[in-house]
C-alpha cells in the first residue's frame, strides 16, 4: 500500500513538473534546442484559381466554373472580401454564372454531390444563383473601389436582372465615355442594352469595339447579353 | 495549502528521482531565461543594427549645425535639411549607397536584389531564375553617392535630379526621372554635397595636346567614352569582374565640364581615392604636370555639337494584326510588370507605377493582365483615364510614354508626358511600332 501510493505520488509531481515545463516553455522555439518548422502545404486553390482565371480569359467559361466549383464547393458560403484567393475564385464563378444566365450545365465537370443548385435546373434556382452572382459583383466592385475592370464586371450582371439593368447603362455609358470598358464582353451587354433603349447607332459602336477587342466573333453576340 | 502538498509530494518521491526532477526544471528555466534574454538582445539589434533614419537625421543635422564647409549646400539655393527628408521620400537608397541612409530591404532594393540574382544568392528558388539572371545582368550597378560633394558641383547635380539624361555610357542609363520641381532637385543636391568645401576657381595652365596624348598612352578610352572629340582608342574592357565594373561606371567624359568641380580634377587625377573611397578609377602615378595637362583636355579641349537628329523614328502601322499577346512578350513583360505589376501576387507591392513608390503617389496602373491594363490609371485630377487616351498631339499616352523616354535618354527637354519604362532603357522603334498598331486595331485581345 505504501509503495503504491509512493509509485503514484511520484507519477502526480513528474506530471505536475512536464506540465510547469509546457507552462514555462517559450514561445521562442530556438530556445528549446533548435527551430521548430511547421510543415508547409502548397495551397492548391492558388494554382487552381490563376487557371481558371486564364480558361474564363480564353473564353472556356464552364471548364473555368467547373474548376472553382470543384476547388471551393462550399464558395457559396463565404465571404467575398475575405480573401484574395477567395475574391478571385468568386469572380470567375459569378462571371460563368451571369454569362449562363444563371444556369451552368455542368453535369459533366463537377460531380453530382458537388453541384448543389449551379445547374439551375428551376426557375427559383436559376434566379438564386444570379442573385449570389451579382451581389458576389457587387461586393467585388465595392471592395475595389473604382476598378474600372470590377464596374464593367459588375454592369454585366446587373444587365441580366430588369430591375438593375438601368443602373447596369449608367456604369457601362459613364465607361465607355471615358474607354474603359475592359472586356469584349462588357461592349457586348452595352450593345444590347442600347439596342433595347432603340439607340441602333450606338449598338453598332459598341459591337464594333467588342468586335476588335474579342477575337471571337461568338462573344460579341448582341442578342444572349441581357436577355 | 500547496506548499503542504509540494512537501506531502516530496516525502514519496526518493531523493534520486527528486534530483533529476529538480535538475530538468533548473536545465528548463535557464534555457527558457536564456532564451529571453536572447529574444530581448536580439529585439535590441534589430532597433540597433543600424541607425534609424531619425538617428541619421538628428546626427547629421548636429553635423550640417556645427561644420562650416556645409554652407555650400545652402549656398546652391538648396536646403538640405528639406533634402535630407527628399532622400526618404524619393527612396534614393533603394539604388544608391552614400545617400546618408541606411540601404532599404533587399527584396526592395533595385542593385542588392539583382546582385543577388545575378550571384545565385536570391532565394526564391524559382525555375524563371536563370531568365531573371540574364535580364538583371546590365542593372546590377548604380553610383554611389559617398562624398559626392567632394568631385561633383551642386548645381549638376541638381539639374540632373531634376533632369536625368544618359551620363555613363556603358551602364544602362536607370536613373528615373522623378516627380520633383527644380526647387526639390536643389534641396536633394544641397544635400548630396553636404559636406564639401566651396568651390574654387581654378586657372588651368596645362597643354591640351599633351593631355590628350597622355590619355591615349594611359588606355582612359578603356574605360571611358570622350564624345565630341576624336575618339580615343579604347581597348575592350574583357578583363576581370572589378575592370568591367569600372568600365560601366566611368562616364563619358563630354559631361566633365559641366558636373566635376574644377578644382578637383586634378586632385582627382593623381588619387581618386582620396575623393573617394570606394572608388573603382585607378591611380596612374601622375605628375601634377601631367594630371593638369590631362585636365586641361578634358575641361577645355572644344567639343563637336551634339546630334541633334530625332532620335524616335517612329515607324508606320503594321498591316497585320497585332493582339495582345504579343504586346505582353515583346513589351510589357518585359519592361513594363517590374512597376506597374499586380499587388495581389506580390505582398501588396504593385510596384511604384501602381501602388507607389520613388515619392511618386500610388497610379494604380497594373499592366499584369488585359483586364488591368484596360482599366487606366489614376491621374492627377484623381479620375481614372484610359492609358489609350489621346494626348495633345492625338498620340495614344502609351505610346507618347515610350517615345518621351528615348527623347530623356537623348538629354532632351521632358514634355508633359514621363517617359518609360521609367529608369530603364526605352523600348525599341518596333516595339513602339507594334503597341501603336494594336491600339490602332481596337486592342484585340
Not at chain 1, 32 to 47: F, H, L
Not at chain 2, 39 to 46: E, S, V
Not at chain 2, 139 to 158: C, E, F
Not at chain 2, 169 to 180: I, Q, S, W, Y
Request: proline share 6%; aromatic share 4%; net charge neutral.
Amino acid at each position: 500500500m505504501n509503495s503504491l501510493s509512493r509509485i503514484v505520488g511520484s507519477a502526480v509531481f513528474v506530471a505536475s513538473g512536464v506540465f510547469a515545463a509546457t507552462l514555462l516553455a517559450p514561445a521562442d522555439a530556438r530556445a528549446c534546442g533548435g527551430e521548430w518548422y511547421p510543415m508547409m502545404q502548397v495551397d492548391p486553390r492558388i494554382q487552381g484559381t490563376d487557371k481558371a482565371e486564364d480558361a474564363l480569359d480564353e473564353g472556356k467559361t464552364l471548364a473555368a466554373a467547373g474548376s472553382v466549383i470543384r476547388m471551393i464547393p462550399h464558395i457559396r458560403q463565404l465571404d467575398v472580401t475575405k480573401t484574395k484567393i477567395v475574391q478571385r475564385a468568386s469572380r470567375v464563378l459569378a462571371l460563368a454564372t451571369v454569362r449562363y444566365d444563371g444556369a451552368l450545365p455542368l453535369s459533366l465537370e463537377v460531380p453530382y454531390y458537388a453541384q448543389g443548385t449551379w445547374l439551375g435546373r428551376t426557375d427559383a434556382q436559376r434566379r438564386a444563383n444570379l442573385d449570389w452572382a451579382t451581389k458576389t459583383l457587387r461586393a467585388i466592385a465595392s471592395a475595389r473601389h473604382d476598378d474600372p475592370a470590377a464596374r464593367t464586371e459588375l454592369a454585366e450582371g446587373l444587365a441580366r436582372v430588369d430591375a438593375t439593368r438601368g443602373e447596369a447603362r449608367g456604369i457601362l455609358e459613364e465607361l465607355a465615355k471615358k474607354d474603359l470598358i475592359t472586356s469584349p464582353d462588357g461592349y457586348a451587354v452595352l450593345a444590347t442594352l442600347r439596342e433595347r433603349d432603340g439607340d441602333a447607332e450606338g449598338r453598332r459602336a459598341a459591337l464594333d469595339r467588342c468586335k476588335a477587342m474579342s477575337p471571337n466573333a461568338a462573344a460579341c453576340r448582341a442578342d444572349t447579353r441581357a436577355s | 495549502m500547496p506548499g503542504g502538498h509540494a512537501s506531502e509530494l516530496s516525502r514519496h518521491m526518493t531523493p534520486r528521482a527528486l534530483r533529476c526532477l529538480v535538475a530538468l526544471l533548473a536545465l528548463l528555466a535557464a534555457s527558457c531565461g536564456g532564451a529571453r534574454d536572447e529574444g530581448a538582445g536580439t529585439g535590441r539589434l534589430a532597433v540597433t543594427a543600424g541607425p534609424t533614419a531619425t538617428d541619421v537625421a538628428r546626427s547629421t543635422s548636429r553635423a550640417l549645425a556645427e561644420d562650416p564647409a556645409t554652407a555650400v549646400g545652402a549656398a546652391a539655393n538648396g536646403d538640405p535639411d528639406r533634402g535630407r527628408a527628399l532622400v526618404l521620400e524619393y527612396e534614393c537608397n533603394r539604388c544608391h549607397d552614400g545617400t546618408g541612409q541606411p540601404a532599404i530591404a533587399t527584396e526592395r532594393h533595385c542593385t542588392h536584389c539583382h546582385e543577388d540574382i545575378a550571384t545565385g544568392r536570391f532565394g526564391a528558388g524559382t525555375p524563371r531564375i536563370a531568365e531573371w539572371k540574364r535580364s538583371v545582368l546590365p542593372y546590377r550597378h548604380a553610383p554611389t553617392l559617398d562624398d559626392l560633394g567632394k568631385r561633383l558641383r551642386p548645381g549638376w547635380v541638381a539639374r540632373f535630379v531634376h533632369e536625368p539624361y544618359d551620363v555613363r555610357p556603358n551602364l544602362a542609363a536607370t536613373m528615373p526621372r522623378l516627380a520633383l520641381d527644380a526647387g526639390k532637385a536643389a534641396d536633394l543636391a544641397a544635400y548630396l554635397t553636404r559636406d564639401a568645401p566651396r568651390e574654387r576657381d581654378v586657372a588651368l595652365a596645362g597643354s591640351a595636346a599633351a593631355g590628350r596624348a597622355l590619355m591615349e598612352a594611359k588606355g582612359c578610352g578603356g574605360c571611358h567614352v570622350f564624345s565630341g572629340v576624336p575618339a580615343l582608342p579604347s581597348t575592350p574592357a574583357l578583363g576581370d569582374a572589378i575592370r568591367r565594373t569600372a568600365a560601366e561606371l566611368a562616364p563619358d567624359l563630354r559631361h566633365t565640364r559641366d558636373r566635376f568641380r574644377r578644382d578637383a580634377l586634378v586632385p582627382w587625377l593623381l588619387a581618386p581615392s582620396s575623393l573617394k573611397p570606394t572608388t573603382l578609377m585607378p591611380s596612374h602615378s601622375l605628375t601634377e604636370r601631367e594630371a593638369t595637362d590631362i585636365a586641361t583636355y578634358v575641361l577645355e579641349t572644344p567639343l563637336a555639337p551634339r546630334d541633334d537628329t530625332p532620335v524616335v523614328k517612329r515607324l508606320p502601322l503594321l498591316a497585320r494584326t497585332v493582339t495582345y499577346s504579343e504586346i505582353e512578350r515583346r513589351v510589357l513583360a518585359i519592361t513594363c510588370r517590374h512597376c506597374h505589376g499586380d499587388p495581389d501576387v506580390a505582398g501588396g507591392d504593385g510596384g511604384p507605377g501602381n501602388t507607389g513608390g520613388f515619392g511618386f503617389s500610388p497610379r494604380g496602373l497594373d499592366l499584369s493582365s488585359y483586364r488591368s491594363a484596360s482599366a487606366g490609371l489614376l491621374g492627377r485630377d484623381g479620375e481614372r483615364h484610359s492609358l489609350f487616351e489621346r494626348t495633345k498631339d492625338g498620340t495614344p499616352l502609351l505610346v507618347a510614354a515610350l517615345v518621351a523616354r528615348r527623347e530623356e535618354e537623348a538629354g532632351r527637354a521632358p514634355g508633359d508626358v514621363r517617359g518609360m519604362p521609367l529608369g530603364l532603357p526605352s523600348v525599341g522603334a518596333e516595339e513602339v511600332q507594334l503597341v501603336e498598331t494594336w491600339i490602332a486595331q481596337g486592342r484585340p485581345r
